[in-house]
């Protein structure tokens, strides 16, 4: 069984953030000012660029965070994943649709429709270990689910929904 946690010096920033992003237009939403590592577009009401809101590693960090351990079949023992619940991530930009694009620094791309996301997973994990993770180790960010925790994530389809290197989400009708 997997376990949550949510660190409580970030507790209220997080709740603040959640609760102030659905409310929030382009003028209103915060602009990253680290290097931009994930950007969401499509079917959203909240912006802080060109139709797009985009995250550096801070602001991400900023926002609830959810973990659990798990093995996975491209990693060779159990690892401590760390990161935004993706639907913490969709609701604070105002997503809304039937399914998401995720796509890969590399330009490759997944749909992962948003009925078969929950309130605790997957994560956009940032953090393996408690480090951050390179573009050569499958970072710097990458959709993890619970595998060890239930069959439903031990199928072909979720492992295909996996995908690091993570750039860009577009929510879609």
Known sequence: MPQFSVPTGRLAAAFAFLLL?????????????????LTIDGSITSTNADGAAQFDLDMLKA???????????????????????????LEAVGGEGTKITATAL??????IPLDAIKDDAPIVAYHIDGETFSRRDKGPLWIVFPYDSSPEYQTELVYGWSIWQLSTLTIAE
């Open 63 to 89: 926002m609830p965070v959810s973990g659990f351990d798990t093995t996975t079949t491209w990693t060779d023992r159990m690892h401590r994943f760390d990161g935004v619940p993706l639907k913490a991530l």
């Open 106 to 111: 590399n330009n490759y791309a997944v749909d």
């Open 21 to 37: 992003a659905p409310a929030t237009s382009f003028a209103e939403m915060a602009a990253p000012t680290g290097e931009v590592i």
